[in-house]
């Protein structure tokens, strides 16, 4: 993609692995924003409609959620099983860096990112945020 374009965003796995020679620039978005706000950023969630799901899907999501907690060694040795020097990094990513929870200061930051979304005209309104 560098090849052909000034600049990208990369995410997931392509983000990751990467590893680069130094000639290209790296931004950390989401330690941008978290020097600038002062809040971490959230950058991925379940979302949903008001009442399009029943008490007990939610509880099948979080039991989901919990249950892959309790498994991450096997996760990330079944992912990369044809990768078995990414396994450790693997397992960290997701012990470490991924947040299963939304917390007072991530609540924050994403109201703010939606405030500022309404600002940059990206979006009309922002909806008074709901967690189930």
Same mark, same amino acid.
């Given at each position: 993609m560098l090849a052909a374009c000034d600049a *990208?965003?990369?995410? =997931? +796995?392509? *983000? @990751?692995?990467? +590893? =680069? +020679?130094g000639s290209v620039e790296k931004i950390d978005l989401g330690e941008v924003w978290m020097r600038?706000? =002062? @809040? &971490?950023?959230?950058? *991925?969630?379940?979302?949903g409609r008001h009442? /399009? @799901?029943? &008490?007990?899907d939610v509880e099948v999501l979080q039991g989901a959620r919990d249950r892959g907690l309790q498994h991450t060694n096997e996760i990330a040795r079944e992912y990369? *099983? /044809?990768l078995p020097e990414r396994q450790a990094m693997g397992v960290?990513?997701?012990r470490d860096n991924?947040?299963? /929870?939304?917390g007072a200061?991530?609540?924050? =930051? @994403?109201e703010l990112f939606y405030r500022y979304a309404v600002e940059a005209g990206v979006i /009309?309104?922002?909806e008074p945020l709901r967690f189930f």
């Open positions: *990208a965003l990369i995410i =997931g +796995d392509n *983000a @990751l692995m990467r +590893d =680069g +020679d600038t706000t =002062g @809040l &971490p950023f959230v950058y *991925a969630f379940w979302a009442g /399009s @799901l029943s &008490p007990r990369f *099983a /044809s960290r990513y997701l991924i947040k299963y /929870s939304l200061q991530e609540r924050a =930051g @994403l /009309s309104r922002a």
